[in-house]
């Protein structure tokens, strides 16, 4: 496997793609450019698509020109509704604008039947009666060329008789389907007489019961494109050797007028592959129906409505997609390039505030038991006109179990007999006891060391813990995810990827809040002090009784 990279690539001003568009710009083929994003209906999208949905909308966004949204559904039995919503959902999500309505290669079929029946009256397509056994053994090897099909001298009078049967519903799955006539003995196995049609009693999602026949996804997609006048086809590298006949169709059918000029330019780009994640439909479907995740928007998951409950935004998503760029060699992308920019962007728009993960008690003794006070403290540290918050402070207050150790190691500046910290944006405190039975931590407090007022700077202190006071702390359900997989490339060399689930990826427990965070709202981004990213949870909160997903920790914890 190659080596994952974390800055791969130069600003995308410069990439392939866009010095093909510009160059037709510059020469007039195009005066606005128009790209589409196809996804079939059959699954959630995930972060690959999202590459290709940033790339494809972007180009269109930066150069003035359209994007749309085109259901590829032509294939009738894998398509459902469901797909289709959650699809619609996904891109607007990521902030993009199709133009108001998606469409869908379905609306075309009639055009596509007649445009058949124009290649067979033409000699360009015949049908063919072999069966899919005998066709495969005569379509020959990368070695060897195929043999031409007994039906290929069948008349075009013929052909068209057959193909308005087939289309009439008057043959069985599988009898006859509608070939290009091209070469069998081209070097290129996708030119040797590709199928496209085949007969199919099936009911569309759209179109019911109207045909019997469907055509194949290749003969489908050149049509599509040209018929939107999308102008630069953009797709994934394994489309290559399918561009010859890409063109080979879209040359056909302008030759007999049915297409006009100038006809769309497919260009391929390297998929997206990232390290610690599966991004293959079939995985995802495994992951989910085994079991292995809580469903297709469980936060783990690489799908874009598991990034979204975990409180990935769409902008973190949108840099990722601009500073990974587009290149024509396969990309292996660290995950922590994504990570990063969900921190970056988290990190300007996420309000701070203090929860406790891990709770144990930090008693003040020399602080009455009535007495009580509001501490100031920044909602953001760089955000002064975020403004500033009234945090209640008293006696009793829950520190993280971490930040107190009775024997500490060299080097441990926080909680331990003896020592002083600074509870943030309070008081100094020394620890001078602890009571392991009831998990209490003991200190004293130092009255001239209240922050932000005269002289409270003489202390010196290394540690800085944050803190919640006990009898103003709310409780919330908080899950600590982290990566699904524990390998870079999980089912690496043949091993089943499963077992590199990573069996911590998700940890739940009970967090103590400061109260500014009582009505927080579904899908509300906050910072928990020291922690990382927080979201508050859709699904799983109810009012008084929220859930925090975490999206990402402040520091990568991977990176060695
Ligand atoms: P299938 O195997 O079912 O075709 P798919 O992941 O290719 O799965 P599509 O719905 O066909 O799903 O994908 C829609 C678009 O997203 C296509 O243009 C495809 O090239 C692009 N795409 C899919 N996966 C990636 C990826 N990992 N990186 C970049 N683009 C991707
Ligand atoms: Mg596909």
């Known amino acids: 496997m190659a080596k994952p990279s974390r800055s791969p690539q130069p600003p995308s001003s410069s ?248 006809l769309p330019q497919q260009i391929e780009f390297a998929r997206l592959n990232l390290t610690y994640v599966v991004l293959s439909k079939r995985k995802l479907v495994q992951l989910v129906q085994e079991g292995h995740v809580e469903g297709w928007d ?34 292996l992308i660290d995950l922590a390039v994504l990570e990063d920019c969900m921190r970056e962007h988290l990190n300007e728009v996420a309000p701070r505030r203090m929860a406790v993960l891990d709770p144990v008690k930090l008693v003040i003794e020399n602080y009455p038991d009535d007495r009580e006070e509001q501490v100031d403290v920044p909602n953001h540290p760089q955000k002064p006109d975020w403004g500033r918050r009234q945090v209640p402070f008293a006696r009793e207050l829950w520190i993280e179990r971490e930040d107190f150790m009775a024997t500490p190691p060299k080097g441990y500046f926080r909680l331990f007999p003896g020592n002083r910290v600074r509870l943030r944006y309070a008081y100094v405190v020394e620890c001078i006891g602890y009571d392991v039975a009831t998990e209490t931590v003991r200190c004293r407090l130092f009255e001239d060391s209240r922050s932000g007022t005269p002289g409270a700077d003489q202390y010196k202190v290394k540690g800085n813990i944050h803190w919640v006071s006990v009898k103003h702390a709310g409780a919330a359900a908080v899950g600590l995810y982290d990566r699904l997989f524990k390998v870079p490339n999980p089912g690496g060399g043949e091993r089943d990827f499963l077992l590199d689930l990573n069996p911590d990826s998700k940890k739940m427990i009970t967090a103590k809040l400061e109260p500014a965070l009582r009505n927080a709202q579904a899908g509300e981004c906050v910072q928990f002090e020291r922690h990382g990213y927080f979201v508050v949870d859709g699904p799983d909160s109810a009012p008084g009784a929220l859930q925090f997903n975490r999206a990402v920790t402040l520091r990568d914890s991977w990176s060695r």
């Open 298 to 331: 469980d936060p783990r998951m690489p799908t874009l409505m598991g990034a979204r409950r975990r409180g990935y935004t769409a902008e973190g998503l949108r840099r990722f997609a601009e500073r990974i760029g587009v290149s024509k060699a396969n990309q």
């Open 15 to 262: 990439n392939f793609i866009r010095q093909i568009i510009e160059a037709d710009l510059a020469s007039g083929k195009h005066k606005r450019i128009c790209t589409r994003f196809p996804p079939e209906p059959n699954g959630y999208l995930h972060f690959g698509h999202a590459k290709s949905i940033c790339l494809n909308f972007g180009l269109a966004k930066d150069y003035g020109g359209r994007c749309n949204l085109r259901f590829d559904d032509t294939n009738p039995e894998k398509e459902e509704q469901e797909y289709v919503d959650s699809i619609i959902d996904a891109v607007k999500w990521l902030g993009f604008d199709f133009g108001g309505a998606a469409l869908y290669a379905s609306d075309y079929f009639d055009f596509m039947y007649r445009a058949a029946e124009y290649l067979v009256e033409s000699g360009h397509a015949y049908v063919d009666s072999q069966s899919a056994e005998e066709m495969r053994a005569s379509r020959g090897t990368f070695s060897e060329p195929g043999r031409d099909s007994p039906c290929r001298i069948r008349s075009p009078a013929e052909n068209l008789r057959l193909l308005r049967e087939m289309r009439d519903g008057k043959h069985a799955d599988g009898a006859h389907v509608l070939r290009a006539r091209i070469d069998m003995a081209s070097p290129n196995i996708n030119l040797r007489d590709p199928v496209i049609y085949r007969i199919k009693k099936a009911t569309h999602h759209r179109t019911g019961d109207t045909w019997c026949l469907y055509p194949m996804y290749t003969y489908a997609h050149p049509i599509e494109d040209a018929l939107e006048h999308v102008t630069h086809s953009v797709c994934t590298l394994e489309f290559e050797d399918q561009r010859p006949f890409y063109d080979w169709l879209l040359e056909r059918l302008a030759e007999g007028g049915l297409l006009k000029r100038p």
